[in-house]
């Protein structure tokens, strides 16, 4: 469940960008006055035991993170498909594990159009060379989700993104108990542009 962010006030301080592919999660991190985002580390996708959700609420705690921005992928039209209902349901993970751990840190998913594309080219004008992108691809592109939401932020002086809100438990007519959230799907529509199919 996503509902646009309040206006006014946003919080301040340590926020971390998320990029999040079928094999891989890129993880950025900004400094405590929201200046610079930075590439910090790559997780491997765990999609049944969702181990990298959780080194991610961990590394929300230890930092003392106020904030965690998820990369919602659209087309160029602004639609929205399967890698975008992959991205919504990572945040909705992200969401609940960080309520397990009782830390009301807010997950926003924000636009990230392009991300990996502009993340290809960074990689590319530093002189890396192709075949050694994949290992830094997606936290460079969690860095430009991260870098562009802060700028966001301070130019709109309001918060950004869609805040992600996990859904109140229901119980069935059997009372059989609450359900449960469910795991987030393969993406085998990845476009290419995304650079996230390897």
């Not at 993170?65 to 209902?85: C, D, I, N, W, Y």
């Not at 997950?107 to 080219?121: F, G, P």
């Amino acid at each position: 469940m996503t509902d646009p962010a309040a206006a006014g006030d946003y919080p301040q301080g340590i926020k971390l960008g998320v990029d999040v592919g079928t094999v891989r999660v890129g993880v950025a991190i900004c400094d405590r006055e929201s200046i610079l985002a930075t590439p910090y580390k790559t997780l491997d996708r765990n999609a049944k035991k969702n181990s990298d959700v959780r080194v991610i609420a961990k590394l929300v705690q230890e930092l003392g993170a106020v904030q965690v921005f998820v990369g919602l992928p659209r087309t160029m039209k602004g639609e929205e498909r399967s890698s975008a209902v992959m991205a919504t349901d990572y945040a909705l993970l992200l969401v609940s594990e960080l309520a397990a751990r009782d830390l009301p840190v807010p997950v926003n998913l924000v636009d990230e159009r392009l991300s990996s594309v502009s993340a290809h080219r960074s990689l590319h004008e530093a002189g890396m060379s192709s075949r050694n992108h994949r290992k830094v691809v997606d936290q460079v592109a969690a860095a430009g989700i991260l870098q562009h939401a802060i700028d966001m932020q301070k130019a709109r002086g309001a918060d950004v993104g869609s805040r992600v809100t996990a859904p109140p438990p229901s119980v069935d007519m059997e009372g059989s108990g609450p359900e449960t959230a469910p795991a987030a799907p393969g993406d085998t529509d990845r476009s290419s542009d995304n650079g996230r199919h390897q």
